[in-house]
């Protein structure tokens, strides 16, 4: 469109052009519809993948654990070849034997009858023991394997409290046994003292002997012992106490259900012993660097609930010790062999082969060692009760023969004619009788006299284990002539045990912390690797998807005002 001119006096002017305006209308974007390229369709495919692997760490935070610990239990069981086997046979501990003697101060005054015995707990006499599992063999499914065990001593003077060399006053057990032996005999028990005060040599002819703490654990010249070699040319004098070839056996068996035979000399022809070759006796003599107490168990290999159950003791499924049937079956434990998953509520049934019987340990207390929670297990309070108190332990106690409470009596089972009693230290859950014919006994502590077993409950691994009797003898005025002033029945303690291991060593902890650990340890990574594959693996798609959200073109539309 064209201006007119304007005119202005002389001067004619031109109007400018007016200014146009345009004002923008944002319109719909354009959709550019485009084919995935070769490298978004693989960020596409590894996308999907990672999802999956996400997936799948989340099924691993409830999976995992659970399969580690099946394949863990799988291993625990005892097969050849394995390190479990290994561990088994060789346990990675040294345990600790502490004994401690009651030393009778006033023999003299209590025979004669002035006084009641006094005794003085002396010790600990420590020893350091080396255990191995030998001759090892596996049932033909594998089900079962039966071992024995190879103990060596070893004494360590820094930590006992006492010298080896120290004199002690103690029961003659082989003497105490021979007079149970002869208890009914009267005859026969006056002709074997008076053979035995016949020889001018001999240190255990009389019930008391005073030597030092070595001799009389680990062995001294016994004349007693030593006569069992006139059984041929004297079988007229002393046939009802030489007859027994196992009289030897029955009161110095009382740690072990079938005591390796031990080689005897020839009998001599004429009858005489030799002073300088006599037998020897120790209380445990035979047990240091011998192998003995052949014993099955199951291997847990069908079931590991199974594990360390009895199969047989010595070669024999079932004992006959017992008058009672149900006292002789092998329904325990063997107490080194234990099995998973323990529980508060139940009782662990442990079988001790030189006992012959089971005794049930039940849960007492939680305990911890270096940060793993343990539960400690002892055995019942009325584990030594006799029958008249407990009808449950009948079958370990005869018609007659009554002990007060707290008492068990190898004698009456598989130790025929032993004269030793077993009890709890310091007659710990015993009847007060008991600790009131004798002055000396420290008071009993439940925590430390009795037995006690620290037990990892998920692994069934023992990190502490006490394992402590009491040995007594029964003395009374139908025993011996020189007793004749003994009033009533008095159990004499001349010898407690406190064997074991303390608490777990460095190399036990490192295994405990593994399995507690490993369940865990897996499943976080293999939950936390999962997630960053995952992520890793939708990354690129992610990237993608971002740079398509900000690149999207758009259309104006523009109009003149």
């Known amino acids: 469109m064209s201006e007119k001119p304007i005119a202005n006096g002389n001067h004619v ?11 923008y209308e944002r319109g719909a974007p354009i959709l550019k519809e485009k084919g995935r390229g070769c ?39 005892i097969l050849p070849e394995t390190q479990t086997l290994s561990n088994w046979k060789d346990p990675p501990v040294s345990p600790v034997m502490n004994v401690y003697f009651y030393n009778l101060t006033n023999k003299d005054d209590f025979l004669s009858g002035t006084s009641k015995p006094v005794v003085q707990r002396i010790g600990p006499y420590v020893y ?3 255990i191995h599992k030998v001759n090892v063999s596996f049932g033909d499914e594998g089900e079962t394997v039966t071992f024995s065990d190879n103990k060596t001593y070893f004494f360590s003077p820094q930590l006992s409290n006492g010298s ?32 035995l005060d016949s020889y001018q040599f001999g240190v255990d002819k009389e019930p008391f002997v ?11 010249q016994s004349l007693v012992i030593t006569m069992k070699e006139l059984e041929e040319c004297e079988s007229s004098k002393v046939k009802s106490f030489a007859n027994n070839d196992d009289f030897d056996e029955d009161w110095d068996s009382w740690v072990d259900e079938e005591e390796e035979e031990m ?5 001599s022809k004429d009858c005489e012993i030799d002073p300088e070759n006599l037998e020897l006796f120790g209380f445990f003599h035979g047990t240091n660097q011998t192998v003995r107490d052949q014993r099955t168990v199951h291997t847990g290999k069908n079931d590991l609930r199974l594990k360390g159950l009895f199969a ?7 004992i006959s010790w017992w008058p009672d049937d149900r006292c002789n079956q092998l329904d325990g434990r063997d107490p080194g062999t234990l099995t998973v998953n323990l529980s508060k509520k139940e009782d662990m049934r442990l079988y001790f082969p030189n006992m012959c019987r089971r005794i049930n340990f039940r849960y007492v207390k939680s305990v911890e060692h270096e940060g793993v929670q343990t539960y400690r297990f002892s055995p019942s309070e009325d584990t030594f009760n006799n029958g008249s108190i407990t009808p449950i332990n009948s079958c370990y106690y005869r018609p007659g023969v009554a002990h007060p409470s707290g008492i068990f009596d190898l004698s009456l089972g598989c130790k025929e004619n032993s004269p030793v009693l077993m009890s709890w230290p310091n007659f710990l859950y015993g009847d007060p009788i008991l600790r009131e014919s004798v002055d000396g006994i420290p008071p009993p502590n439940r925590e430390a006299d009795s037995f006690q077993l620290d037990i990892e409950p998920r692994w069934g691994i023992t990190l502490a284990a006490r394992a402590r009797f009491q040995m007594n003898v029964r003395l009374d005025s139908s025993l011996h002539p020189g007793f004749s002033n003994i009033t009533g029945s008095i159990y004499l303690p001349f010898l407690a045990l406190d064997e074991g291991v303390p608490g777990p060593n460095q190399k036990v902890m490192q295994f405990m912390n593994l399995l507690l650990n490993i369940g865990d340890n897996v499943k976080n990574l293999s939950v936390l690797g999962g997630f960053a594959l995952g992520l890793l693996l939708m990354l690129p798609e992610i990237i993608i998807w971002i740079r398509s959200c900000c690149s999207n073109n758009e259309i104006y539309t523009v109009k003149k005002i």
């Open 312 to 318: 047989k003791v010595g070669g024999s499924e079932r």
């Open 164 to 195: 080896q060399s120290d004199l002690i006053v103690m029961p003659n057990i082989p003497f105490l046994g021979a007079m149970n032996k002869l208890s009914s005999m009267a005859i026969i028990r006056s002709v074997f003292l008076n053979l």
């Open 128 to 130: 350091f023991q080396e």
């Open 210 to 220: 005073t030597m030092s703490v070595s001799e009389y654990l680990w062995g001294y």
């Open 263 to 267: 080689e005897t000399q020839e009998s």
């Open 13 to 23: 002017y031109q109007l400018a052009p007016q200014r146009e305006e345009f004002i």
């Open 39 to 77: 490298l978004a369709k693989c960020a596409l495919s590894s996308c999907l993948l990672g999802f999956v692997f996400m997936i799948g760490a989340g099924v691993s935070a409830l999976l995992m654990k659970p399969f580690v610990h099946n394949q863990i239990e799988e291993n625990l069981v």
